[in-house]
C-alpha cells in the first residue's frame, strides 16, 4: 500500500519583534543599570583606542547604555551622538557628560531603526547594546547603513563561553527567553559576525579580552545584579520563592567556579569580543 503524501509542516512565525522590544525596554528601565554599567567604563576606553577614535570625528554610540563608550569617544573630542531606546539611560548618560563639561547629542532610537541618513558617520560603537538587539540582522544592517564608506563599527560583546554568556544560560534556563529569538551572545561568536558584516566589510578584527568583576563576594554580586542588572532583576521577580532561591544557587555556583580572587574579594573574570570592522 502506498503511504499517504505527508502534510508539509507549516512554517514557524516569525518572532513578534515590536512586543519583544518592548518588554526589553521595561527590563533595561528596571533596576538601574548605570549601577553595573558604570564599572565596565574601561571597556568603552579600550574600544574607542582599538577604533582609533579621531578628534572630530562623527561617533554614533548604539544602544549606548549609560555612555560608556560615549564618554570615551567624547573624551577624544569626537562628535559624538549617544543613542538608546530607555530615555533614562540616555539621561544617566547626559548627566555623566555634563560633570565632565562634554558636547554630546544624546537622543532616542531604536537600533533596528536608526533615525539617520546613510553613510552619516565616520564610526559607530557599541559595548555589551546592540547585542541585545532582537532581529541581529536588522541591527547590523542599520550600522553597516549609517556609517561612510571606509569608517569603522566598534563592538565590544560577551562571548558564549565566558562568565556573562554563561550567565545568561543560567537564566534562560530559569526563565524562558522569547520564543525564536537567538541569543545575544552570539554577538560574541567570530562566526556569527561574519555572517552579519562579512559582505561589507573590508576587514574584520576580533580580539578576545577580559573584563573583571570584582566584587566584595558572590553574595554581594548577586545582590547588586538582583536589584540593579535588569535582566537579573526581571528574572529574579518573574519567579516564585523556590525559584528564586534555585537562580541564586546556580549563579553563586558559577561565580564560586570562576573566581580568583583568592579569598580577598570576588574576581570574575568575563571573555568579550572585541570587534572593529572597516566598512568597504
Known amino acids: 500500500m502506498t503511504a499517504p503524501p505527508s502534510t508539509p509542516a507549516a512554517p514557524a512565525a516569525a518572532p513578534d519583534y515590536a512586543a519583544i522590544k518592548q518588554r526589553q525596554q521595561a527590563t533595561w528601565a ?13 571597556v568603552g576606553e579600550t574600544l574607542a583606542e582599538a577604533a582609533d577614535v579621531r578628534a572630530d570625528e562623527r ?46 547629542a544624546f537622543e532616542i532610537a531604536d537600533a533596528e531603526a536608526l533615525p539617520y541618513g546613510d553613510a552619516t558617520f565616520d564610526v559607530v560603537m557599541s559595548t555589551f547594546g ?17 556609517v561612510r564608506p571606509g569608517g569603522r563599527i566598534a563592538l565590544a560583546n ?89 537562580l541564586q544557587r546556580d549563579i553563586t555556583a558559577l561565580l564560586e567556579e570562576l573566581d580568583i580572587g583568592g579569598g580577598r574579594g570576588l574576581v570574575v573574570p568575563s571573555e568579550y569580543a572585541e570587534v572593529v570592522i572597516t566598512v568597504g
Open 158 to 246: 560577551w562571548t558564549p563561553e565566558g562568565f556573562i554568556g554563561r550567565l545568561f544560560k543560567i537564566i534562560g534556563a530559569h526563565v524562558a527567553p522569547p520564543a525564536g529569538v537567538r541569543s545575544p551572545a552570539l554577538w560574541g561568536s567570530e562566526p556569527h559576525l561574519v555572517a552579519l558584516f562579512g559582505p561589507r566589510a573590508r576587514d574584520l578584527r576580533v580580539a578576545h579580552r577580559k573584563f573583571h568583576f570584582r566584587y566584595r563576594s558572590a553574595a554581594h554580586f548577586v545582590q547588586v545584579f538582583r536589584e540593579f542588572y535588569g535582566p537579573t532583576h526581571k528574572a529574579f521577580g518573574a519567579l516564585d520563592a523556590a525559584g528564586q532561591a534555585a
Open 59 to 104: 561617533v554614533l554610540d548604539v544602544a549606548a547604555g549609560n555612555g560608556n563608550a560615549t564618554l570615551a569617544a567624547a573624551r577624544r573630542f569626537a562628535r559624538v551622538t549617544s543613542t538608546d531606546y530607555v530615555q533614562a539611560l540616555l539621561d544617566k548618560g547626559r548627566a555623566r557628560a555634563a560633570a565632565e563639561g562634554l558636547d554630546v
Open 30 to 42: 528596571s533596576g538601574d543599570y548605570t549601577v553595573v554599567g558604570t564599572t565596565l567604563q574601561i
Open 130 to 146: 546592540v547585542m541585545f538587539a532582537p532581529d541581529h540582522a536588522s541591527a547590523a544592517r542599520e550600522m553597516l547603513r549609517v
